[in-house]
């Protein structure tokens, strides 16, 4: 058997094209734009590259993007000073903190300072709470993306066996969560878990999510299997590469011959997170205008 591929990459450029449509219906209804402010402290590389590329894709989704970028050594207290005044103000719909943060400021109380229903991430425990008693709110970009890509190709899910191999809040448990209330049979795998390759054996969906290079081997998959990998990982650079290539957390050229459709990487699931993230930002918008 050879998987289909599953095209994140196109998917998520319908997504986009469609919130960008309705986002123009909203200005056009309330007389402004929606907006989402992306707060970068520091300055890792692959983070700038992010907030980039969400800025684009904001702007192009015809939303305004306030982009606030503060120094590596800027206090808790100043980006907490920032994060309500974004709390306060009315043409900021969506908030988003880039993670990581520098080691001296505590994620969690960024996170708890941001208006629930601003946190078009997902990550304030409000949301967290809505989603695990099936109230509306905000779910966490990535793995909504999986579960939009999962629907689309399978339909319904009832019944059906799930892996989801990592237990972040960010991906691995709200995950879970999502998988569950599609009424599948939910495993979560982690580090510590006894005999990884059994239990991934058993699984009709696999969702690989620990961030570690090609780890999910093709042996492990059970044949049919539908493999979504949101791993990034840099490989060391072969000899003549300068870079590293980039790969996911599942083995992906021996898994693609188990599995029936599979995610690449890149191309999967990563350019849904942000089509996500604008669509949750127009949803803000709607409600903050309501
Ligand atoms: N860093 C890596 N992915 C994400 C994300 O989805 N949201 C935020 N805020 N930071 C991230």
């Known amino acids: 058997m050879v998987a ?3 095209d994140g990459k196109a998917f998520a450029a319908r997504l986009r094209e469609r919130v960008g ?6 200005e056009e209804k309330a007389g402004r734009k929606a907006g989402l402010a992306v707060v970068l402290v520091g300055e890792d590389p692959a983070s700038q590259v992010y ?3 969400k800025g684009k894709a904001t702007l192009a989704a015809s939303m305004n993007s306030f982009e606030h970028r503060l120094e590596a050594d800027t206090s808790q207290d100043d980006l907490l000073a920032l994060v309500e005044r974004l ?3 009315d043409a900021v719909d969506g908030i988003l903190v880039q993670l990581p943060l520098p080691a001296h400021i505590d994620a969690q109380a960024v996170i708890a300072a941001i ?7 997902g990550f304030h425990v409000t ?3 809505r989603l695990a ?6 779910v966490p970009c990535t793995p909504m993306g999986c579960m939009m890509l999962l629907t689309d190709r399978l339909g319904d899910l009832s019944g059906l066996d799930a892996v989801v191999i990592g237990r972040s809040n960010i991906v691995g448990k709200p995950m879970a969560q999502l998988l569950l209330d599609a009424n599948a049979t939910v495993t979560i795998a982690h580090s510590r878990t006894r005999d990884l390759a059994a239990v991934v054996r058993r699984a009709d969906i696999v969702v690989a999510a620990v961030g570690r290079a090609e780890m999910v081997k093709a042996e492990w998959l059970k044949p049919g299997a539908t493999v979504i990998d949101v791993g990034i990982n840099r490989l060391p650079p072969a000899d003549g590469e300068e870079k590293g290539r980039l790969v996911g957390d599942v083995d992906y050229g021996p898994a693609s011959q188990v599995a029936s459709a599979i995610t690449p990487v890149p191309g999967g699931v990563g350019p849904m997170t942000i089509a996500v993230l604008l669509r949750n930002t127009l949803v803000a918008a709607h409600r903050n205008a309501g």
């Open 21 to 26: 449509e309705a986002a123009a219906r909203f």
């Open 87 to 89: 709390n306060a103000d």
């Open 4 to 6: 289909e591929t599953i």
């Open 51 to 53: 907030v980039r590329s």
């Open 115 to 121: 208006d629930p229903d601003k946190d078009v991430d």
């Open 127 to 129: 949301n967290a709470g």
């Open 133 to 138: 008693v099936g109230q509306a709110g905000f």
